[in-house]
């Protein structure tokens, strides 16, 4: 059974309903129900201060309107739901960066990593905690690609290609940055050419005449 809101009194006989919030709602879960303390005791003006802090949601004094502890519940329903609606967008988003073939960074004004997701780790070949040491250098108009070897710690050389974008990222002006191994692409491009290049010489030290026949 899924429980969005909890009635929850202060004097539960031995028990106070204070200290049964974080049993209620433990800190590591994400979808904890709200928890709303109620009393008929006076307190002194910063008691909801201090229920706040223990992890309640709000308090209402008895006696007290029916109309007003039902306002207040159709309120928490609707920022619960609201709550749970970013917390699967935000899952959405996880598994997407996660997934994603392309490295995903992060970088801040002077190109330094702030983030780093798998595929850039594999990349790197290191952990996004080392990657700190990495300054990138970010070109006046971010979104034309930039080929940029990257040194592995074993010293392997990965040609990337990499574009940035502006993005606000904890209230902080940052770019993101896609990253591609496209060391493979290259190495092929590179055959191409000398391919083409081999097949023109060819073509013009030859005397004789080449045609081109459709059958």
Do not use: C
């Amino acid at each position: 059974i899924k429980i969005d809101n909890v009635l929850l009194d202060i004097h539960l006989g031995d028990e106070n309903g204070i200290h049964l919030i974080n049993i209620i709602k433990p800190k590591e879960k994400l979808d904890n129900p709200f928890v709303i303390l109620i009393s008929g005791y006076e307190y002194g003006d910063n008691f909801i201060e201090t229920v706040i802090k223990a992890g309640a949601d709000g308090y209402i004094q008895k006696p007290y309107a029916e109309e007003l502890l039902l306002a207040r519940i159709k309120i928490f329903s609707r920022v619960k739901h609201q709550e749970e609606e970013l917390i699967k967008t935000q899952h959405r988003l996880e598994t997407i960066i996660s997934s994603s073939i392309d490295g995903i960074l992060v970088v801040n004004k002077i190109g330094q990593i702030i983030f780093a997701n798998k595929s850039a780790e594999i990349i790197f070949g290191r952990k996004k905690g080392d990657l700190s040491e990495f300054i990138l250098s970010i070109p006046p108009k971010g979104n034309e690609p930039v080929e940029t070897e990257v040194i592995k710690p074993g010293g392997e050389v990965t040609l990337t290609e990499i574009r940035f974008s502006p993005i606000n990222w904890d209230n902080k002006d940052m770019h993101l940055a896609t990253i591609r191994d496209i060391t493979e692409m290259n190495r092929i491009r590179t055959r191409l050419r000398r391919s083409e290049k081999f097949y023109r010489k060819l073509t013009e030290k030859n005397l004789d005449g080449i045609l081109l026949l459709d059958k």
